[in-house]
């Protein structure tokens, strides 16, 4: 996204809250210097603030009221209404911190802090919201901190402030959105008189300035995000989410052991639902998913979308916007498929052609020809496996090239251009993969060495695929969720080679995962294990073919 030349705030009036030093002055210089007419506001140092201000050719107004009183508030709002006209902008930065550990906090210090942070901007807020909302046009911003979004020792009152301005930021979104009144909220970190000395002096490297691009772009009208929240410090910008993860719904009446039994469902964070809108008669609810596989993804959209329209009838329309975590920015449904479809056809084609091969050796007189000459048995042994192993090897690389490669054909004569492969999007090695599908693809060739032997017909091999081929489609995650079976069907997946062969590919494919991943490491255990023992199986199977 890019805008077609500077964000400005030419006619825009600003109230920056706690403006005389620190990173609110930041704010009032950076707006002043784009152009806002802005009241800086701080009970102390707005004027020498208002005079770098004016020295630079801006407009702005000092204002030395204290936030922490429903007067003062008022006072902010009406100086700029005076002055200027209209409060089109309004950051609430005023704070100040009375650090104490909980057990030794004081009443004194909770109001003290309450008063500025949190209160103090509920009354700056709402007469300049009155304001914003007869203009039809407002941005608000509320600043939080990381210790209210996630603790912070000995600042259980600045943390409680913090995070009561994360409620009162997004419930003035709720209500704006109708009026053109955009509210948000971010956490700053950054080098200021409120933080020296933090971090064991490592703060002195957090400058204002790298915080000012993202607030000021989240008051700006250029910017239309509301009710989300942001950090922000050293050059790093991140949204900050608050949501609910898909938990575990309960059958019958719970208990406390049944709580206490799905707490690994229940804490779950694959996905995420975030309510990001309340406003104006409708809702977004956004669903994240791993986006590894398109069945589990589907089942989360199917339960959500049943809530959703279970809740429809009793409050605002409710629509899904539905996000991945997981796989190529541009990915698609053929992209999160494509570990289940390389695994599958891996061990099919490998499988069944195999199976038909060694038939034709040992029903064709290959066989007994070999035994004829003064080859010995073991080397036969060897022969095959080797061979057959071979076999499989070319067979999935051409299958892994041809899914994750693209090659452009061009015209010839009558003929026209064309693409050859399918060109999925790949997070991981393609040599890993190759790795995982091998593994498979040897289990497959030697499971069918060995089933041949029990086959008299090219028909019998066919007949295999209903016993081995079927059950591994459907159990193995190929076209639904593992852990969408029941209890036991999903014990008899979890022992099939398919299933550890597309939750392999997946990691890699979609994830990006290498072998420090603890998943894909016992993924790749359990195919090698069962390959060998499959190899053990068609070495015997040989032997006595050859006996």
């Keep these: 996204m890019s805008v077609s030349g500077p964000i400005t705030f030419d006619g825009r009036v600003a109230i920056v809250t706690g403006a005389g030093g620190g990173l609110g002055r930041a704010y009032a210089l950076e707006l002043a210097r784009r152009g806002a007419r802005v009241v800086v506001n701080d009970v102390r140092g707005a004027a020498a603030v208002v005079e770098e201000i004016s020295a630079g050719g801006g407009d702005a107004l000092a204002s030395p009221h204290s936030v922490s009183t429903q007067a003062g508030g008022q006072a902010i709002v009406e100086a700029a209404l005076g002055a200027f006209g209209s409060v089109d902008v309004l950051i609430n930065n005023a704070g100040i911190v009375r650090d104490r550990s909980l057990a030794n906090l004081s009443a004194a210090e909770l109001d003290a802090v309450l008063d500025v942070h949190l209160r103090g901007a509920f009354y700056v807020t709402q007469p300049a919201f009155r304001a914003m909302k007869e203009r039809g046009y407002g941005r608000l911003l509320f600043v939080t901190s990381g210790s209210g979004l996630f603790g912070s020792f000995g600042q259980a009152n600045y943390a409680a402030a913090k995070m009561g301005l994360v409620g009162l930021a997004m419930t003035a979104a709720i209500e704006g959105a109708r009026y053109g009144i955009q509210s948000n909220a971010i956490a700053p970190l950054a080098r200021t008189p409120m933080t020296n000395g933090l971090f064991g002096g490592a703060i002195e490297a957090f400058d204002p300035e790298f915080v000012v691009p993202m607030a000021l772009y989240l008051v700006s009208e250029s910017c239309h995000l509301t009710h989300e929240i942001f950090s922000a410090g050293g050059g790093r910008f991140a949204r900050v989410v608050v949501g609910v993860t898909r938990g575990w719904v309960s059958g019958d009446a719970p208990t406390l052991e049944d709580v206490h039994e799905h707490l690994a469902e229940i804490r779950a964070e694959s996905d995420l639902v975030l309510p990001a809108s309340l406003a104006g008669g409708s809702a977004t609810i956004q669903l994240i998913t791993l986006g590894e596989s398109p069945a589990d993804d589907g089942a989360r959209l199917q339960i959500v979308a049943g809530l959703v329209e279970g809740a429809g009838s009793q409050g605002p329309r409710l629509t899904i916007e539905h996000q991945t975590i997981y796989g190529s920015a541009t990915a698609d449904v053929l992209d999160t498929f494509a570990p289940a479809l390389i695994g599958f056809f891996g061990f099919f084609f490998v499988f069944v052609l195999t199976g038909i091969s060694f038939l034709r050796e040992r029903t064709g007189g290959t066989l007994e020809r070999l035994l004829a000459t003064p080859v010995r048995r073991s080397e036969i042994v060897v022969g095959y496996s080797v061979g057959f192993g071979f076999f499989a090897t070319v067979q999935v690389a051409l299958i892994l090239l041809f899914a994750l490669g693209s090659l452009s054909v061009p015209a010839i004569g009558p003929l026209g251009s064309f693409e050859v492969g399918l060109g999925i999007a790949n997070a991981g090695s393609p040599l890993l993969a190759f790795v995982v599908i091998f593994l498979t693809a040897i289990g497959a060739v030697n499971l069918a060495i060995f089933l041949s032997t029990f086959a008299r017909t090219e028909l019998q091999i066919l007949e295999f695929i209903p016993v081995v ?79």
């Design 469 to 547: 081929i079927v059950p591994q489609a459907f159990l193995g995650g190929v076209f639904w969720s593992v852990n969408s079976l029941p209890d036991p069907l999903q014990a008899v997946a979890r022992v099939l080679p398919m299933t550890h062969a597309i939750d392999g590919l997946r990691a890699v494919l979609l994830r990006g995962a290498d072998l420090s991943d603890a998943t894909l490491q016992l993924d790749i255990a359990y195919l090698a294990g069962v390959a060998i023992l499959f190899v053990v199986l068609a070495g015997a199977t040989i032997r006595r073919e050859i006996a």
